[in-house]
């Protein structure tokens, strides 16, 4: 069984910051990737930003040049820096985690609301 916790949303004005972190623990072993996603109020779930094993980046666009992920591998968790925050990046953020061969599992959601 895994287990994925997420910490660090809120409310926060526009331009701000807010960092997210996201635990992963039971079986987990070696996620070949792990990232963020996000669902605004009737939106489809989207990429934000992903990073592998080895640490390649991904990002969307619309996310690039204000939000960093990182991760700990020996901690087996992830981070979303995000800076310069806009109204539209307002969502329920999931952690998301792909192991090889087991598949991929999603955290419950936190949300991230940015005010005009």
């Known amino acids: 069984q895994v287990q994925l916790v997420e910490s660090g949303g809120g409310l926060v004005q526009a331009g701000g910051s807010l960092r997210l972190s996201c635990a992963a623990s039971?079986?987990?072993?070696?996620?070949?990737?792990m990232g963020w996603y996000r669902q605004a109020p009737g939106k489809q779930r989207e990429l934000v930003a992903d990073?592998?094993?080895?640490?390649?980046?991904n990002y969307a666009d619309s996310v690039k040049g204000r939000f960093t992920i990182s991760r700990d591998n020996a901690k087996n968790t992830v981070y979303l820096q995000m800076n310069s925050l806009k109204p539209e990046d307002t969502a329920v953020y999931y952690c998301h985690v792909f192991m090889t061969y087991r598949g991929t599992y999603w955290g419950q959601g936190t949300q991230v609301t940015v005010s005009s």
């Open positions: 039971g079986s987990i072993f070696s996620p070949a990737v």
């Open positions: 990073i592998t094993s080895g640490g390649t980046r």
